[in-house]
């Protein structure tokens, strides 16, 4: 007998099942019945004939159920069977069936969306040779800061030349990517660019989709400056289009040739649009040859190189060239090596396994409601599986329908909740704040599809296996002797029901414990006080022609001119000239100071400053007040004293129990023969200007004295915004007409930038925490539901015996708030250890902030009060003389 | 029906046994039940509920071929005939009993 053989005649049955069925049944009635006409032949009355007839066979059913398993391919058919018996229980139940997929998918759909978030932002590799081997390097500052040194393109280049540990290594901008203007036929726009020495894409092991990277020999100062362009600018801007090679565009007014496009997913730094060569920044402008000094190193170790390892041999190659260092660099910074991979994923990591953990909470209480729904069904079909059981489907077999039934229900789950991943990817990732890496990766792939699948395999398992045999622990013949088809239902059975409730209680607490804490942090973030009027405040971006404005006099001219122009505007108050945009983080370090007095251990010890150069006018403009001391005047110019005032936390903590007024500090923490020292004129009120977290001690110098690169100027107003906006252009535009105003916008604008990532995380939390709320209060409802129904005769015997209404329904009630309260109890538990993963993603409020944890609970017990309430009502309107009378 | 203790039919040997008895002529599943015990002279108790699942298996291997027939009762059966597999496979496990029974056999009486 061939296979093929085997396989033709297995098909052959399964396509021909009606009739083969027919002829099955019909073989056991006449084989039947020639047996009971042989007994009735020996004189046995025909009705005992036929039964001993039946028995012979060992029951009809009984008998067509071994042939059919003894056929080739049964294990087929009855899997078929299985799954269309599955359908058929779920077709039967809409409502039932209904419940427990949309339960399901919501598990479902939120954990296949945060695994594509995960895949795509932390799994998935980068897309550049052997992400393991790729390292980022900076030096530590060793002070209480974060202030981190870049090790400068000089350096990295003699690093690149004598390490035996790296393969190669390329300097990129420590400071991500900075913003410039890009003309192209004279329309202008803002790219982000970053600035990459010239071996840059040879360490990542990237190869361009079109054209070439920027090679070595293009990193030459003078020659004509090259650009790469990143996949999505390249989408946006050029339409895909291969023409874009050869392109020429002048980036902050020099001229520059598209060499390469890059292919997608490479976005290092974070938000890169172009990369252009370190060596394309004139250093001619205010910053010096800053491009060149303020690099990162990325290298690529050789095979089986630890960072351990590395980071020692950059020391003791940094402690070299510390020997033969010039005069005015620091020494002795130690360097700090990172994975590629930590540096490109970043914090983002910690936010994303929260909210996966969030997630499958939400999925643990979905596939407990899941299983609550089967249990409560197996309960009511006790009877049917009893019957099933008596006529001859094995136990083995019943448990493996119950389990087909509910891989029937997760699957259909899985189905609706892919197509809600679908859709909610699709709303999600526009909403998804800035800066979050790697975006562009996210998207439904194999990986997520499967995952999905397995996902809802799991919670089949979880959801069907247990109920299954649960409601088939007890005996099912006895049940069928007690007369009992009405489910009277067995302790356990309502126990596993009762621990479920509490489970998903408890887990609902966690998760909007959880959302409360992100939500808090929001709010104190929105309402945390800047010392700044911001909604009074614009900013006014500018871009100023470098070749005009090179000379620091005619620049300071320039801003002066401007001010005076804008404040002549009745509706602008006043008006300053500031060096970076606000809340950006952004900003310049003075890494160490010293105090006059202060021994170099002390000074070391000194927190680093936030550097802002300022004109007379800029306490006036922002209305930060001088808490001690003057604002600066016209007077403090170049060659008068060098004054500078302090935020109130330097002051306090540098000349504590002092007037600082009169104090003279100056930069850097080493002995220096010839000191430079800042005398304290005044002490201003702390801001949040450069970070919204927390406000950052600041050393405010004359601009006059020290520096200014101000492209914008800050506006404080008292008319509507936009239409200080179109004045303000105006104005520019009066004072010098090459002058292009980028962009006018409000300080408040500038606050969602800051504000979008805790929003987003708060706002998932959220819509998690209330999928959790909800499944869980159906939950309770359920259970609650099925407690009235299986005790109404226990309730209609306490209302025929005299108990009021009021006291059945507050014993009803503390039945639920009884397994409520257990579950926020434990939920509370779990709240104070789970909460600990969200501290990096609070502001200003404790991981047990008690308001968050206790109201979750408390509003978890409300919602169960609310669930019980139809329950509780239901206990008490039936008939209660009908009920005892209908048994 | 006697009273003596029936055998089970050992196992493995059914088939051989239905094949046999469909050699001669087609037959419904009581008759050959019926003809089995009468062939071991009532020895042999074959369950009906063993002997229905090896006809189908038969049947879908393609040993048997089944039709629906009259019986002598004038009712209508499900008789089973032998197809030209069905011999060949009779041949191969006839040869196959006789070696065992006879090595059965000698070693019983050998010991």
């Not at chain 1, 992400?131 to 981190?148: E, F, M, N, S, Y």
């Not at chain 1, 393109?153 to 890009?182: F, K, P, Q, W, Y």
């Not at chain 1, 009762?498 to 973030?525: D, E, N, Y």
């Not at chain 2, 203790?5 to 040997?13: A, F, H, I, N, S």
Request: with cysteine; net charge positive; glycine share 8%.
């Amino acid at each position: 007998m061939t296979l093929l053989h085997r396989l033709i005649s297995m098909l052959r049955w399964v396509i021909h099942r009606s009739r083969a069925e027919r002829e099955l049944n019909d073989e056991m009635e006449v084989f039947v019945d020639m047996v009971a006409a042989d007994r009735m032949r020996d004189g046995v009355p025909a009705a005992d004939a036929r039964r001993a007839a039946v028995l012979h066979l060992g029951g009809v059913e009984q008998a067509k159920e071994r042939v059919r398993s003894a056929r080739h391919g049964a294990w087929l058919d009855a899997a078929a069977r299985d799954v269309r018996h599955g359908l058929r229980m779920c077709i039967r139940n809409p409502t039932f069936s209904l419940l427990a997929i949309l339960t399901l998918a919501i598990g479902v759909a939120g954990t296949t969306v945060m695994l594509a978030l995960i895949q795509g932002v932390l799994l998935r590799p980068l897309p550049v040779l052997d992400q393991d081997r790729l390292i980022v390097a900076w030096k530590d500052l060793r002070t209480l800061g974060d202030a981190r040194y870049p090790f400068g393109a000089t350096e990295i280049e003699a690093v690149a030349d004598a390490s035996r540990l790296l393969v190669n290594a390329a300097g990129v901008s420590a400071h991500g990517v900075g913003r410039s203007v890009m003309i192209e036929n004279s329309v202008s726009s803002f790219v982000n660019d970053a600035l990459v020495t010239g071996g840059f894409f040879d360490v990542l092991g990237v190869r361009p989709l079109l054209g070439r990277t920027i090679a070595r020999a293009d990193d030459v100062e003078g020659t004509e400056q090259v650009l790469v362009i990143s996949h999505g600018l390249w989408q946006r801007r050029y339409g895909g289009s291969r023409d874009v090679l050869g392109h020429r565009v002048m980036l902050s007014e020099r001229p520059f040739t598209i060499v390469g496009v890059m292919p997608p997913d490479v976005d290092y730094p974070s938000g890169v649009e172009v990369w252009r060569t370190t060596r394309s920044v004139p250093t001619t402008g205010p910053f010096g040859d800053a491009a060149r000094r303020e690099v990162n190193l990325i290298g690529r170790l050789r095979p089986d190189v630890t960072i351990a390892q590395a980071t020692s041999e950059l020391t003791t190659l940094s402690e070299q060239l510390d020997a033969n260092a010039a005069p005015d660099t620091p020494v002795g910074l130690r360097p700090v090596v990172r994975s590629f991979e930590d540096v490109v994923v970043g914090d983002v990591r910690t936010s994303l396994v929260a909210l996966l953990t969030a997630v499958v909470l939400v999925l643990l209480i979905a596939s407990a409601n899941a299983a609550n729904l089967l249990l409560m069904r197996g309960e009511s079909r006790r009877g049917e599986l009893a019957v099933r059981a008596a006529l001859g489907a094995g136990r083995g077999t019943l448990v493996r329908q119950l389990f087909v039934e509910s891989l029937v229900l997760a699957l259909a789950a899985g189905a609706v909740g892919l197509a809600v991943t679908w859709w909610s990817l699709k709303t999600l990732l526009p909403l998804l704040p800035d800066g979050l890496p790697r975006v562009e990766s996210i998207r439904i792939d194999a990986t997520v599809v499967v995952s999905t699948i397995a996902v809802a395999f799991v919670t089949a398992l979880l959801a069907g296996l247990v109920p299954a045999l649960l409601s088939l622990k007890a005996d099912l013949v006895s049940h069928l002797r007690s007369g009992g088809i009405r489910g009277v239902t067995g302790p356990s059975g309502r126990d596993g029901r009762r621990i479920l409730v509490i489970g998903q209680v408890a887990l609902a607490v966690i998760i909007v414990a959880g959302a409360g804490l992100l939500i808090r942090s929001v709010l104190r973030l929105q309402s945390v006080d800047m010392g700044l009027p911001v909604d009074r405040l614009m900013l006014v971006n500018l871009d100023m022609p470098q070749a005009k404005y090179a000379d620091r006099e005619r620049r300071a001219q320039f801003l002066d001119d401007m001010m005076s122009q804008l404040e002549s505007v009745s509706s602008i108050a006043a008006a300053t000239p500031v060096n970076v945009s606000p809340f950006t983080g952004q900003g310049w370090d003075v890494p160490k100071f010293t105090a006059e007095g202060q021994s170099v251990e002390q000074a070391a010890a000194n927190a680093p400053l936030n550097l802002e150069s300022v004109h007379a006018n800029y306490f006036d403009t922002f209305q930060v007040p001088l808490v001690r001391g003057r604002a600066f005047t016209a007077a403090d110019r170049e060659g008068s004293q060098d004054v500078a005032i302090v935020s109130g936390d330097i002051a306090a903590r540098t000349w504590p129990g002092k007037d600082p007024i009169g104090k003279r500090l100056k930069m850097g923490d080493l002995p220096d023969p010839k000191p430079k020292w800042y005398t304290v004129v005044g002490v201003a009120a702390t801001t949040r200007y450069r970070d919204l977290m927390r406000p950052r001690p600041t050393l405010y110098l004359p601009a006059a004295q020290f520096q200014m690169t101000a492209q914008m100027l800050a506006l404080r107003t008292t008319a509507a915004l936009d239409l200080v906006a179109s004045l303000a252009r105006d104005r520019v535009q009066a004072v010098d007409p090459d002058v292009r105003v980028i962009r006018v916008a409000p300080f408040t604008e500038m606050l969602e930038q800051p504000l979008a990532r805790p929003r987003f995380n708060a706002f998932l939390l959220s819509v998690f925490g209330i999928a959790a709320l909800l499944l869980s209060t159906i939950g309770l409802y359920a259970v609650m539901a099925a407690y009235v129904r299986q005790r109404d005769r226990e309730i209609a015997l306490r209302l025929a015996l005299g108990a009021t209404a009021t006291a059945v329904r507050r014993f009803v009630l503390a039945e639920a708030l009884w397994l409520a309260g257990l579950g926020a109890v434990i939920g509370l538990a779990g709240a104070a250890g789970a909460t600990r993963l969200l501290r990096g993603m609070l502001f200003e409020v404790e991981p047990l902030d008690p308001s968050s944890i206790i109201g979750a609970a408390l509003l978890l017990m409300a919602a169960s009060a609310l669930a019980s309430y139809v329950p509780v009502r239901q206990a008490t309107r039936a008939d209660a003389t009908a009920m005892l009378r209908s048994d | 029906m006697s009273d003596v203790e029936k055998l089970d039919v050992p196992q493995g040997t059914l088939d051989l046994m239905i094949l046999t008895i469909l050699v001669r002529e087609p037959m419904h599943g009581y008759g050959i039940s019926q003809r089995l015990a009468a062939l071991s002279h009532d020895h042999f108790h074959v369950n009906p509920g063993s002997l229905f699942p090896s006809l189908y298996r038969l049947e879908q291997d393609g040993r048997l071929k089944a039709d629906w027939r009259p019986t002598e009762n004038n009712r209508r059966a499900r008789y089973y005939r032998l197809t030209a597999a069905g011999r060949r496979q009779l041949e191969r496990h006839r040869k196959r009993w006789d070696r065992v029974s006879f090595a059965v056999r000698s070693v019983l009486e050998g010991a």
